[in-house]
């Protein structure tokens, strides 16, 4: 970022304070009010972040109006087409795509990876069978730093580079089992040749009792719907993780922080509730039904998948997931889905409505992919899980900035106090 030459003036009290204006490579200019506290005595004020930029970044670019995505510069677009999650991981965390070279070393350190430390059995084997996966993932991970201590000084790059391996490889063991686990079935292990969407669809579908081949296409799919998830600026529970990161804990720890806040039905665990919103619709003439209560101000119904922070136009992951919901239903055979008549249906009903293009609301990427994941066999249970490790990359290379960055500080933002002022005890037989 540079400083521009634009000052930013405000005037208190008749006092005026002259506050820098930095310049990104792309998006809006901010104003730095670093010393605002100390020359003024004032705080600002933002919940939910609106207006605030919280960090600087070279990993995502968003541009809400215009439904960009970049990562390190690239459209997230072109990212799906001819790219695949692991050389889009290797892009994020080391800021370059891959050569040949560079590829094949990355592939096979991140597949000696995949396994995890035997008594994690026994960890799984401690929750209910009928646990949420999520639940099973916020442990197991934060779990990890029990049983992978080698790799908790974040103050040593060698164990930071394994933490990060380590967690993008071990996710897709920890959601397949957290899954196996739900059913009653007995966990398979990774495998070293196949690819890294090829060996999850195994871990999740494979019995030991007969041969389990992955269809080239789902895995295909899969691994585009890793890609879409992979990284997104500074989201609700990349936030998270920076914000644990800041006090100095370690990696495992810190995603484990990033997949709880994850779970929550207005972030990543939208895909599980807007199947379910979409199942609950059942058929297409229900649906104005449905609108109606999505605008009633009484009625806490909201469309489910619908709606973002930043994405005032369409979100660039929904284009593509829309294109391989088509895809892989066609190939399943199943594309007359009602599920997916019902949010084809919705999606132009919503989108033809005035209240949702007044208010921007438009499918995100949590529309398609539960159809696509649902025709793919996984649970509702399992969406989040997904999303989670897919998103795990994109934590732990903000998380990877951040530390590697001399000039962070632990984050601690203040308050607008709205409690009692001082007052002096009472004694309980003397109170009303
Ligand atoms: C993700 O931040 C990210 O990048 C997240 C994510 C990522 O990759 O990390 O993109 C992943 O979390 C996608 C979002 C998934 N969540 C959902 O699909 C849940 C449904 N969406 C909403 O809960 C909501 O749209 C949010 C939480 C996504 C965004 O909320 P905002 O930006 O805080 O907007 P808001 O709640 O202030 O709503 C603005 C207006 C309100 O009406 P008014 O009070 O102005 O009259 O729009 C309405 C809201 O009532 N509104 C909706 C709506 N979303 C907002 N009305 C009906 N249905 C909806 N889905």
Redesign the pocket.
Known sequence: MADTPIKATLTLDGQTYDLPVLSPTEGPDVIDIRKLYAQTGMFTYDP?F?STASCDSSLTY?DGGEGILLHRGYTIGELAEKSNYLEVCYLLLYGELPSLKEMEKFQKTITQHTMLHEQMTGFFKGFRRDAHPMAIMVGVVGAMSAFYHDSTDINDPQQREVATHRLIAKMPTIAAWAYKYSIGQPFIYPRNDLDYASNFLRMCFAVPAEDYEVSPILARAMDRIFTL?A????????STVRLASSSGANPFACIAAGVAC?W????????Q??LEMLREIGTVDRIPEFIAR??D?DDP???????????KNF?P?ATVMKQSADEVLDLLGVEDNPILQVAKELEKA?LADP??AE???FP????YSGIILEAMGFPTSMFTPI?ALS?TV?WISQWKEMIEDPSMKIGRPRQLYTGESKRSYIAADERD
């Open positions: 939910g609106t968003i998830h990284d997104h600026e500074q989201n609700a529970s990349t994850l929550g039905p207005s972030h990543g665990g939208a895909n509730a807007c999505a605008k101000k119904f909201r469309l489910m998948g619908f709606g973002h922070r930043v994405y979100d992951r919503a209240y949702f208010k921007k609301l995100n990427v949590d529309f999303f998103r994109g």
